[in-house]
């Protein structure tokens, strides 16, 4: 549904905004509308601009520029995310021969009029040579479905009325700005542009009206497609088949190969790797089924600004083999087809130094994968989802447009020469976090360790999936770390690690999430107080499980996936001082803890054909803190001290006295030391890390 006009929240913006400028709330308002409507913009696409008089230093009136900064998003723009310029000098640029680009920028940043605002959107110069008071431009996914059907110009013109002039595509810069002014001079009475293979531009004295318009055309354009695809007689394809259990096994199996393919090596020797999400709405699934899925992923972009962050093209895959080695065999071919197409395209342009492209930059984004729907990767979460919200609008777009007619691409050069523009790659963020790209499964996650483990792989960049038997202690560890890290790369899961099947699902439900598992960290356990004549069979065997199976269960559901992505990993096993230095009384926990320890070994050697490595950490006497308390020493501390002749109230005193280093170790400690591991900047496999502020008892040998 289109978002109306609001002139309440005008109003309530002006109240705030006093002392700018009475363009600035409706400019705003106006904004947040278009950049909240998925169907006009994705993701800081589109961008809107204000003409205003303000006075300078000395008092002297000044024409402005209020125009969206370049790639800010506009759904939740304020007057900051605005780049304020002075707008006379930018105007005579009209009247000049193309300067080099370096000039054009210079000229951009020295007129700024706020020193402190963003850089301007590539579209400024647009904006600044319209006269009209407001300019909003958006790239919605309706009209693009028209300015890519055969006659696009009198197909438009049909549908949107005489009003909205069309212009060819040009790149956004000098020649853009200067066609859209000529051709308002030129039909003084339009009220609204079409920029082929681009999208609309509406303009106006007053912003509701250019915003109305905006709106009112986006509807011309949807309604002539709905009745078209009513007259075309397509049916959703029925996704009967497959139970929805085995699709997500086989979603899952999908996501981890793609994931492992499109890993690079990284300068350093280590891995760049991607996150993989998927989008399986049933608009994408019937498309990924179409006759024309392979013409959909080979014909571009909707418009030449989605291509930095899709690729101008996607991997069509219409099988999944059951076999892991043949599905591995069918992506590892389709991707090296892509990449060899893709460097040829990248390469077809003219050299210039300024047009460089990054080396490796020809792995794919999105693979359209025959009823399963839609998977993108990234170089951080944010980058995936950004491609795969593009990628659905567009394979949504073109089937739309396939189903009306055709979908007539963008000429490649058009393309490429905005994909490899350094002012568009400027928009991207390069992850510079020493885990970034990484993502973690940690067991145990509602308890002390885990929650300090998990803190300390989000400080470092990985994305984490936390899991834990108990979901209330999940629920509140994860919200912890959300309000301090943000929500979107901390996931939970709530499984029993004594439970196979429930491990493997939490594989699953990780991969569909994330794309797979870099770091395992089977953290998970329980303790018990008994000396052994007390120890009744079935205590041990509880603890048994869950330290001991518990560990099992977690190490072996990981191989499958590591095998899949190819790309190695880590597991760290969080171990015990009490391996090394066992206890009086402590035998349940201290015997579990040592098969787990061994078994990790076991794990050591049996991975290092994968390039897995298997380390373990021997932490002692972590306790919580005020948010998270540690449940194993609530329910044994007092225990093991009356076992001892002490007073359980000197707890954490005793076990920080008889280290040599008298120090307190904490679950942020632990957290580091496994950081360490997933870092992977030492070839070490097989080893114990104690994090017990020293204790020559329980030194490794
Ligand atoms: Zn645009």
């Known amino acids: 549904m289109p978002l109306r006009w609001e002139d309440a929240a005008v109003r309530a913006l002006a109240a705030k905004l006093s002392g700018y400028p009475e363009?600035?709330?409706?400019?705003?308002?106006?904004?947040?509308?278009?950049?909240?409507?998925?169907?006009?913009?994705?993701?800081?696409g589109g961008n809107t601009s204000a003409k205003v008089v303000e006075t300078d230093i000395f008092g002297d009136a000044e024409r402005r520029l209020y125009v969206k900064g370049s790639g800010v998003d506009m759904a939740s723009i304020g007057v900051e995310g605005f780049s304020v310029l002075r707008l006379d000098p930018i105007r005579r640029l009209r009247d000049i021969a193309d300067p080099p680009e370096a000039d054009l920028q210079n000229h951009l940043a020295v007129h700024r009029a706020a020193?402190?605002?963003?850089?301007?959107?590539?579209?400024?110069?647009?904006?600044?040579?319209?006269?009209?008071?407001?300019?909003?431009?958006?790239?919605?996914?309706?009209?693009?479905?028209?300015?890519?059907?055969?006659?696009?110009?009198?197909?438009?013109?049909?549908?949107?009325?005489?009003?909205?002039?069309?212009?060819?595509?040009?790149?956004?810069?000098?020649?853009?700005?200067?066609?859209?002014?000529?051709?308002?001079?030129?039909?003084?009475?339009?009220?609204?542009?079409?920029?082929?293979?681009?999208?609309?531009?509406?303009?106006?004295?007053?912003?509701?009206?250019?915003?109305?318009?905006?709106?009112?055309?986006?509807?011309?354009?949807?309604?002539?497609?709905?009745?078209?695809?009513?007259?075309?007689?397509?049916?959703?394809?029925?996704?009967?088949?497959?139970?929805?259990?085995?699709?997500?096994?086989?979603?899952?199996?999908?996501?981890?190969?793609i994931r492992g393919t499109v890993a690079r090596k990284d300068r350093n020797g280590g891995i760049q790797r991607r996150l993989v999400v998927l989008r399986e709405s049933p608009e994408l699934i019937r498309a990924s089924l179409c006759p024309e899925a392979g013409k959909i992923c080979r014909s571009g972009v909707l418009t030449p600004d989605h291509a930095i962050r899709t690729r101008n093209r996607m991997v069509h895959l219409d099988t999944v083999p059951k076999a892991d080695t043949a599905l591995k065999d069918a992506v590892?071919?389709?991707?090296?087809?892509?990449?060899?197409?893709?460097?040829?395209?990248?390469?077809?342009?003219?050299?210039?130094?300024?047009?460089?492209?990054?080396?490796?930059?020809?792995?794919?984004?999105?693979?359209?994968?025959?009823?399963f729907g839609l998977f993108a990767a990234g170089e951080t979460l944010q980058a995936a989802h950004t491609a795969a919200d593009i990628g659905a609008h567009t394979v949504s777009a073109k089937w739309k447009a396939f189903s009306l007619g055709t979908y007539r691409p963008i000429p490649e050069a058009h393309v490429r020469d905005m994909e490899v523009w350094p002012l568009q790659r400027k928009k991207l963020k390069r992850p510079e976090a020493p885990l970034s790209g990484q993502v973690a499964l940690v067991t145990g996650g509602g308890g002390a360790i885990g929650h300090g483990i998990a803190r300390c792989l989000l400080a470092a960049g990985a994305t984490v999936m936390l899991t834990d038997v108990d979901a209330r202690r999940l629920e509140k560890s994860v919200d912890l770390l959300s309000r301090r890290f943000g929500g979107d790369r901390i996931a939970s899961t709530a499984f029993d690690v004594t439970d196979a099947k429930a491990v493997e699902k939490g594989f699953e439900t990780t991969s569909l999430r994330f794309g797979g598992v870099d770091l395992v960290v089977p953290n998970a356990g329980i303790a018990h107080v008994a000396k052994i004549e007390d120890?009744?069979?079935?205590?041990?065997?509880?603890?048994?499980?869950?330290?001991?199976?518990?560990?099992f269960t977690t190490l072996k559901a990981a191989v499958p996936v590591f095998k899949r992505q190819g790309t190695g990993g880590n597991i760290v096993v969080i171990s015990s001082k009490n391996v090394f230095d066992p206890g009086a009384a402590f035998s349940a926990y201290s015997a579990s803890k040592a098969a787990a320890h061994q078994m990790a070994k076991i794990a050591a050697i049996e991975l290092a054909p994968l390039g897995v490595r298997v380390n373990m950490?021997?932490?002692?006497?972590?306790?919580?803190?005020?948010?998270?308390?540690?449940?194993?020493?609530?329910?044994?501390?007092?225990?093991?001290?009356?076992?001892?002749?002490?007073?359980?109230?000197?707890?954490?005193?005793?076990?920080?006295?008889?280290?040599?280093?008298?120090?307190?170790?904490?679950?942020e400690h632990v957290g580091h030391a496994v950081v360490f591991f997933a870092a992977g900047k030492t070839p070490t496999t097989g080893a114990s890390l104690p994090v017990d502020a020293g204790i020559p008892a329980a030194f490794p040998r």
């Not at 479905?145 to 040009?170: D, W």
């Not at 078209?228 to 259990?245: D, E, F, I, M, Y």
């Not at 540690?630 to 920080?656: A, T, V």
């Open 332 to 371: 590892e071919r389709a991707v090296s087809r892509f990449e060899k197409d893709y460097a040829g395209y990248l390469t077809g342009q003219k050299r210039s130094p300024e047009r460089d492209v990054r080396p490796g930059e020809t792995w794919p984004c999105l693979f359209l994968v025959a009823g």
């Open 23 to 44: 363009e600035l709330p409706p400019l705003i308002h106006a904004s947040r509308r278009i950049g909240s409507d998925p169907g006009l913009v994705l993701h800081g």
């Open 535 to 551: 120890l009744d069979p079935e205590t041990l065997d509880r603890v048994t499980a869950v330290n001991f199976k518990g560990t």
């Open 115 to 257: 020193a402190g605002s963003p850089d301007p959107s590539m579209e400024t110069l647009l904006h600044a040579f319209l006269p009209h008071r407001f300019v909003f431009h958006c790239h919605a996914d309706a009209l693009l479905v028209l300015t890519h059907q055969s006659n696009p110009r009198a197909l438009i013109r049909s549908v949107l009325g005489e009003k909205a002039a069309v212009i060819p595509y040009a790149r956004p810069g000098l020649s853009l700005a200067r066609a859209a002014v000529e051709a308002y001079e030129k039909s003084p009475h339009i009220d609204a542009m079409v920029v082929l293979h681009h999208g609309l531009f509406t303009f106006a004295e007053d912003a509701k009206e250019a915003y109305n318009r905006m709106q009112a055309l986006v509807k011309k354009a949807a309604s002539y497609i709905r009745k078209g695809l009513k007259a075309s007689g397509r049916v959703a394809v029925s996704l009967k088949g497959a139970s929805p259990a085995s699709r997500a096994r086989d979603a899952a199996r999908v996501s981890q190969v």
């Open 617 to 667: 950490i021997n932490p002692d006497a972590v306790f919580g803190d005020e948010n998270v308390c540690s449940g194993l020493w609530e329910c044994i501390g007092p225990e093991r001290m009356r076992c001892r002749g002490l007073s359980p109230e000197g707890l954490q005193d005793y076990y920080c006295q008889r280290s040599l280093l008298k120090a307190r170790v904490t679950a």
